[in-house]
């Protein structure tokens, strides 16, 4: 497709991963939709996204958020037209609350509702998009992170079934094929055509794993995705590899007297093993609960430990809703005498976590169909305006059908 002009924006200077702290100030930055499992998905004017963050300070924090549109593969869109610098950031400084007494690990906390009245009424665009969390005081930028934003213009539906796999062993051969199909759609006050030629991609995400999407695009080469009435009014694009692992490993430090405050803790029940051939149990769906409000809204330290024979064969990360869910160089574990080790401090709560090695999400957790998993799928149009840019007109979600067995060939 042709690009037009575009002004150049001296913005950011990297692509943002799905979460990351800048600053030592901050112990936690997330952002989440309506229930904390939920991907942070926003609608331009109605439905918004939360944030959350810690911040450790001796003086008040003056804060502001900062908003990026970016393209489907979260590089930032390069016009003036599309991110505004002077529009698309809090018009006042972020609300904030005095840390309870007795807590030590933080000194104020900030929940916000975005788009809010009064503090940021609305997105112009839909799309993917970068937040930055600032010190305006210090014109510090303190942490980052991903969300979505969505002009519901259409309802595209979603379809999961379980599937075999014939080219993969037990257990990587349980797979689920994931459908999902709409129609293009009509401006009844024909302010806007749509073209169909347009629509050529669909990204799927699993659960709260917003650096992982599995995507499907019209002139992509993978042999487990397809498109369906490319170019035509009804379309549908379908991915029948998506291995649905096993459910999420559960740490619960809410309970002081198990974990108390001082010291490192360590699992109750001790270190953790391979999950491979484990049948599923149950978790949040990645998610994290914590504890508020009370002197027991502290941060611990917590040492994961896992049991692994294969010591020293590969790189091992921790990753949950602390770390974005995202493999990096700050989660991979060190490995001592019989053992993978990863210390880290969290806040109370309960959270969601695995064992990825390497690039491989099941070596160490198992996959099974049994496992229940909440998918999410974004719908790209790309705007020929502007010098061209993407936009999310639906959202479609779905949840996986769980059993032991093929529901579709």
């Known amino acids: 497709m042709s690009r037009g002009i575009c002004i150049v924006l001296l913005m950011l200077g990297t692509i943002a991963e ?38 450790l300070s001796s003086q008040p924090p003056s804060l502001e958020a900062r908003f990026y549109h970016c393209d489907r593969n979260w590089n930032v869109t390069q016009t003036s037209f599309v991110n505004d610098p ?44 970068i937040v930055e969390l600032w ?79 599995r995507r499907i695009d019209a002139d992509d080469r993978d042999p487990h995705t397809f498109v369906n009435g490319f170019g035509l009014e009804h379309l549908e694009f379908i991915v029948d590899d998506v291995q649905p692992g096993n459910e999420y490993r559960v740490l ?68 949950g809703d602390f770390d974005g869910w995202k493999p990096s160089e700050e989660n991979i574990m060190s490995f001592e005498k019989d053992r993978y080790v990863w210390q880290t401090s969290l806040r109370r709560g309960r959270y969601d976590y695995q064992y990825v090695s390497g690039d491989d999400w099941i070596l160490l957790e198992g996959n099974d169909w049994r496992t229940i998993n909440n998918y999410t799928a974004f719908v790209y149009y790309r705007d020929q305006r502007f010098g061209g840019f993407d936009r999310i007109l639906g959202v479609a979600r779905g949840r996986s059908p769980g059993g032991v067995t093929a529901t579709t060939q």
Not at 44 to 49: A, I, L, N, S, Y
Not at 103 to 110: A, N
């Open 18 to 55: 799905a979460q990351e702290i800048h600053s030592r100030k901050v112990r936690r930055f997330v952002l989440f939709g309506s229930r904390e499992s939920d991907l942070p998905v926003a609608l331009m004017r109605t439905q918004p996204v939360t944030l959350e963050c810690d911040i």
């Open 86 to 129: 002077l529009r698309d950031r809090t018009r006042v400084e972020l609300p904030y609350e005095v840390a309870p007494v007795g807590i030590k690990g933080y000194s104020y906390t900030s929940v916000i509702r975005i788009p809010a009245e009064g503090v940021f009424d609305e997105f112009f665009f839909s799309g993917n998009y």
């Open 135 to 213: 010190d305006r005081a210090e014109s510090e930028k303190l942490a980052s992170a991903r969300f979505f934003v969505v002009e519901p213009l259409m309802k595209p539906r979603m379809r999961i079934a379980n599937r075999q796999e014939p080219t993969h062993v037990n257990p990587y051969y349980q797979v689920q094929r994931i459908s999902v199909s709409f129609n293009v759609p009509v401006d009844t006050a024909r302010i806007e055509v749509f073209t169909p030629l347009l629509f050529s991609t669909v990204d799927v995400y699993k659960n709260r794993e917003i650096s992982r999407p």
């Open 252 to 319: 619960d430090l809410r309970n002081v007297d198990f974990y108390p405050q001082d010291g490192v803790q360590r699992a109750r029940l001790g270190a953790d093993v391979s999950r491979f051939l484990e049948k599923p149990g149950s978790d949040n769906n990645g998610g994290s609960n914590l504890v508020r409000g009370s002197r027991y809204a502290d941060y611990i330290d917590f040492r994961f430990e896992l049991l692994w024979n294969e010591g020293g064969r590969d790189k091992i990360h921790v990753v």
